[in-house]
């Protein structure tokens, strides 16, 4: 079955970076677009970036030009670097599958950013 596990979350100040992973089994991950959302408390879940299995990009525009989404198909991750961070991307990110039949999802990693 299909398993999303992310890490990497954490307490950061304000213009600080993190790196989150996401490790992937039950699927052939090479051949799939993976994707990060995030949840703000009080608020709906939002799309933050995605990868293509052709290895092409796209991002949410209020993270353009910090975050950088990646993927390892060796190591069946994919990885969000986040950088110059804002107390306004404090939320829990999500990894995310999408498939024609189903969207799977992980378990999600807190992200907090102190000013």
């Known amino acids: 079955q299909v398993q999303l596990v992310e890490s990497g979350g954490g307490l950061v100040q304000a213009g600080g970076s993190l790196k989150l992973s996401c490790t992937a089994s039950?699927?052939?991950?090479?051949?799939?677009?993976m994707a990060w959302y995030r949840q703000a408390p009080g608020k709906q879940r939002e799309w933050v970036a995605s990868i293509f299995s052709s290895g092409s990009t796209d991002y949410k525009y209020s993270v353009k030009g910090r975050f950088t989404i990646s993927r390892d198909n060796a190591k069946n991750t994919v990885y969000m670097q986040m950088n110059s961070l804002k107390p306004e991307d404090t939320a829990v990110y999500y990894c995310n599958l999408p498939t024609e039949s189903r969207d799977y999802w992980g378990q999600g990693t807190q992200v907090t950013v102190s000013s």
């Open positions: 039950g699927f052939i991950f090479g051949s799939f677009a």
